[in-house]
C-alpha cells in the first residue's frame, strides 16, 4: 500500500489516530483526499490501533462498506435527513460527522430553454446516480443543492410569493459580512469519509464513477454545468473537536469532555429546540416541499471561554444563568434529555437578565418561538477552515424572514439597552463569535432541484 507522503498536507497515517486522519482527508478533498481516505491503516493498525475512545473507528473508509441506495424510494424532500439519521439515547437526532459545502457557478446560462434542458438532464443524471451508489442515510450520503436569489435574478420571471429568499444582508451592528452570491450550493454530509469524498469528486472535480459495496456507478461529466469556486468543509461529533485544539481560537488545553459534538464544549440539536422538518417546509406553491436555507460562516474565539470562564458561567452563557445555578446541564449537556427548557424560563428575558447580570444564548434564541414552537432546524457544524476554529453555522426554516427574527432574538439588542448586560460581554456566547459571511438559498423539493425556473412547471 502507498501510503500517502505528509507534505501533501495530510498529517503522516502512521503517526496520526484514525479518525483524526480521516477528518483531515475530507479537509484535503480532490483525488488526493480520497485516495488518502481509501488507504488510511484500517482497525489494528496506526497509530492509536484503529479504534477511538467513542468506540466509533471514523466511519467506513472502504467504499466496499457503505450500502447502496435507491432513489426511487426517497422523500420529495431535499431535507428529509431526520428519519433517515440515528438518534442518541435521549432520541435526539444524531447529525452526520463528516460535511463538505460546495459553491458553484453555473457554465451554462439557464434562461435559455435549451441549454438548460440539457444542463438539467446531466444534472439530474449525475445526482440519481449519487443516490444509486450510496444509501440515503449517515452510512451512506445525505446532500441538499440550493439556489441563491442571484441564481432566480437572472430569470424575467419572479418567485411566486410562497418563497421568501431575500439577498443576504448584514443581520446586526457587530457584523461586516462578506456575501455569499455563487448561484448554487450543495451541502454533502456522511459519516463515511470516503463515500462524502467520493461524491465531492464526482460532482465537482474528475472523477467519472462512484463505487460503493459491488455497485460502480458512471456519473456524467459536470464540467460544462457547474463552475466549482469554493470549498467549505467540516464536522461535529464526540471526540471531534478535542483533536482540533491548538488551532487558532481553539488553545490547546481546552478541556473540552469526550462526550461534547461542538468545540465550545456542549452538545446542540436537543429535540425539543429544533423545529420540525413540516415546520420549516413551504407548503403551498409550484415549489411546495421546498425549504430555505441560511449558511453563515462563523469565526470562533475560544480562548477565553475554555482559560477564564468556569464550568458554570459557560453554562450560563450558553444555555441560562439557572442552568447554572440548579446545575441542571452536566458537563456537556448529558442531563438535559431531549429538552434543554429554555423555554419554561421567566418570560421577561429583560427583567431577568437585570436581575442576573447574564442572559444564556439559548435563552435568548428561544423568545422567538412561536406557540411554543422553534423556528429554525438548525445543521451547523464545526470547521478548522482557514486553520481557525469555526462554525458553519446552517439553518432551514419557512421563510428567510423567520432567521431573521430568530437572529435578532439570539442577538439581544434588546437587552444590552435596558440592562448591564453588554452588547457582546455577558450577552450569551455574541463574545466568542464573530459573522463572517452570510448566504440564502432555496432547497426546492427533489422533483425541481435540477436548474429550476421560478415557475416551475
Ligand atoms: C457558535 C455558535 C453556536 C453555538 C455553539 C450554539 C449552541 C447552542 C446550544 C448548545 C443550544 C441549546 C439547545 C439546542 O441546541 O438544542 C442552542 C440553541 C439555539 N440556538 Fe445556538 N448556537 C450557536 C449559534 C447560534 C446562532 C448564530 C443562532 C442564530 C439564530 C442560534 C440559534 C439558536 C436557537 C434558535 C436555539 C434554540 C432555542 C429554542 O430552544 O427555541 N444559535 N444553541
Not at 457554465?107 to 444542463?119: G, I, L, S, Y
Not at 450520503?141 to 421568501?164: I, K, N, Q
Amino acid at each position: 500500500m502507498t501510503l500517502p507522503d505528509p507534505t501533501d498536507g495530510l498529517p503522516d497515517p502512521s503517526e496520526t489516530p484514525r479518525r483524526e486522519f480521516l477528518k483531515a482527508a475530507v479537509a484535503l478533498g480532490g483525488a488526493a483526499g480520497l485516495s488518502a481516505c481509501l488507504e488510511a491503516p484500517r482497525a489494528g493498525s496506526g497509530a492509536d490501533g484503529g479504534a477511538e475512545a467513542d468506540g466509533t473507528d471514523g466511519g467506513a473508509s472502504d467504499l466496499a462498506d457503505v450500502p447502496t441506495g435507491d432513489p426511487a424510494a426517497l422523500p420529495d424532500r431535499q431535507h428529509a435527513w431526520n428519519d433517515a439519521l440515528p438518534t442518541d439515547e435521549d432520541g435526539n437526532v444524531r447529525p452526520p460527522r463528516h460535511h463538505v459545502l460546495r459553491y458553484a457557478g453555473l457554465a451554462v446560462d439557464p434562461t435559455d430553454d435549451k441549454e438548460r434542458e440539457a444542463a438539467r438532464e446531466t444534472l439530474r443524471e449525475a445526482l440519481s446516480a449519487l443516490e444509486r451508489a450510496f444509501a440515503w442515510s449517515n452510512e451512506g450520503l445525505l446532500f441538499t443543492v440550493g439556489y441563491a436569489s442571484a441564481y432566480f435574478d437572472r430569470f424575467d420571471a419572479s418567485l411566486p410569493a410562497s418563497v421568501d429568499l431575500p439577498a443576504p444582508t448584514a443581520l446586526t451592528d457587530m457584523e461586516d459580512p462578506a456575501f455569499d452570491e455563487a448561484p448554487l450550493l450543495a451541502h454533502l454530509a456522511s459519516d463515511a469519509p470516503a463515500a462524502l469524498l467520493s461524491a465531492d469528486e464526482a460532482l465537482f472535480g474528475e472523477a467519472t464513477t462512484v463505487r460503493s459495496g459491488e455497485r460502480a456507478e458512471s456519473v456524467p461529466d459536470l464540467s460544462g454545468v457547474l463552475d466549482p469556486v469554493d470549498r467549505r468543509t467540516g464536522f461535529v461529533g464526540a471526540g471531534l473537536p478535542r483533536e482540533h485544539r491548538g488551532v487558532s481560537g481553539l488553545p490547546e488545553d481546552a478541556p473540552i469532555p469526550e462526550g461534547a459534538p461542538l468545540m465550545m464544549g456542549f452538545r446542540n440539536g436537543f429535540r425539543a429546540s429544533q423545529a420540525t422538518e413540516d415546520r420549516v417546509t413551504i407548503a403551498e406553491g409550484p415549489f411546495s416541499g421546498a425549504t430555505t436555507q441560511h449558511v453563515a460562516a462563523l469565526r470562533l474565539q475560544l480562548n477565553a471561554w475554555w482559560r477564564q470562564e468556569s464550568h458554570a458561567q459557560r453554562v450560563a452563557k450558553l444555555f441560562s444563568p439557572v442552568h447554572a445555578a440548579e446545575e441542571r446541564v452536566g458537563d456537556w449537556g448529558e442531563k438535559l434529555g431531549a429538552d434543554p427548557a429554555v423555554a419554561d424560563l421567566p418570560e421577561d428575558a429583560v427583567a431577568y437578565a437585570r436581575e442576573s447580570g447574564v442572559v444564556g444564548h439559548a435563552q435568548k434564541a428561544a423568545r422567538a418561538r412561536e406557540d411554543g414552537a422553534p423556528l429554525l432546524l438548525r445543521r451547523d457544524f464545526d470547521t478548522t477552515d482557514g486553520d481557525h476554529a469555526g462554525v458553519h453555522f446552517l439553518t432551514n426554516q419557512r421563510r428567510i424572514e423567520e432567521f431573521v427574527r430568530v437572529r435578532a432574538a439570539m442577538t439581544g439588542a434588546d437587552i444590552a439597552d435596558e440592562t448591564a448586560v453588554g452588547s457582546r460581554v455577558n450577552n450569551g456566547i455574541l463574545q466568542y463569535v464573530f459573522v463572517r459571511r452570510r448566504g440564502n438559498y432555496l432547497l426546492p423539493p427533489r422533483r425541481h432541484r435540477a436548474l429550476p425556473t421560478p415557475t416551475p412547471e
